[in-house]
């Protein structure tokens, strides 16, 4: 088990940066824009900017629009921790309901840092495709709906091997690997003795 504060701990290590644009219209909370661990989303994939999301995000009511675009950074960097942490934790074989985990999860807090930055970036491309803004694809570089999928789920060649990943691919390989150094496998021999 897992406390509320290291889900929130891990929700806090990476930000979504400062706008490049000036004359951006809010102002973000500083845990939205600058992480714990000094990494930025967009490091994960370049449309994973407040730009881009403020462009596919419906109009806001003026008067509290600023909280409530931050409400929606805070709600993509915890939902993205409370996804990861039972995929990395809980889903183990190695996973003990009883044990309390926090020191572990804080004293490897680093591991976790690809696969919340992985399916943050998942997260803020399947709401840029979802989005019924007009102005989204002008922001995106004129990428279309298939063109976001893709670099969602990676390229399979006609024989269904895959060519090139997409952050689908990332992320899980992320996952097993903090899953592996929390959970290292400890070989086991299952034989009989034959002498």
Sequence with gaps: MYSE?????????????????????????EANS???????FKAFHQLVT????????????????EDTFNDILTGFRFQAASFVIPLIMDKNKQYNNTVDYDQIITDNIVLFDDALGYKAAMMVLEYLMATKESNLTERNAKLAISNLKLELEG????????VASGLVQKFNKAVSIASEKIFPIVPTVDSKSVW
């Design 34 to 40: 600058v992480g714990s661990s000094g990494r930025f």
């Design 155 to 162: 390229f399979r060649n006609d024989g269904g091997v895959l």
């Design 50 to 65: 407040v730009e881009n999301i403020f462009a596919a995000t419906p109009d806001l009511e003026e008067s509290d629009a």
């Design 5 to 29: 504060d290291t889900i929130e701990s891990l929700s806090n290590r990476i930000g979504f940066g400062l706008p490049l644009e000036s004359g951006f219209p809010f102002q973000l909370e």
